[in-house]
């Protein structure tokens, strides 16, 4: 493959998609949109994200935790992240782990 791409193996169609974002991480952490993951007016979350690190390194924690740019599940461009769990998904923050931003894609699925 060129470059640094590696190859991945997704499995999709598990459950189903509802909701997409793109976030940018940068120096302050970020989380996920709960508006975004969140169903209907019902309150209902997602139940599984699919993160995917489209440029730069960042770090990441799902226990309610903020990363710092040297603490944290640590991931590079290409990785991907399955976060399973309505709270896991509520408790994801991210922060990138060098000096550029890093953006991240992420899918809602129930």
């Known amino acids: 493959m060129a470059g640094n791409a ?4 997704m ?27 969140t169903i209907d007016s019902s309150g209902e ?3 599984r994200a699919i993160i995917t ?3 730069a390194q960042v770090r990441y924690r799902y226990d309610g935790t903020s ?14 992240i399955t976060l399973i769990g309505s709270d896991n998904i509520s408790n994801f923050k991210a922060i990138r ?4 931003d ?9």
């Open 67 to 80: 990363p710092t740019a040297s603490i944290g599940h640590l991931c590079n461009p290409f990785d991907v």
């Open 11 to 37: 499995t999709a169609g598990l459950f189903k998609a509802f909701g997409f974002e793109t976030i940018t991480v940068g120096s302050s952490v970020s989380s996920l949109t709960a508006g975004t993951y």
């Open 6 to 9: 590696s190859k991945v193996n």
């Open 45 to 47: 979350k997602a139940k």
């Open 53 to 55: 690190i489209q440029s």
């Open 102 to 110: 890093a953006v991240i894609s992420v899918t809602y699925e129930n």
């Open 97 to 100: 782990a060098g000096s550029t």
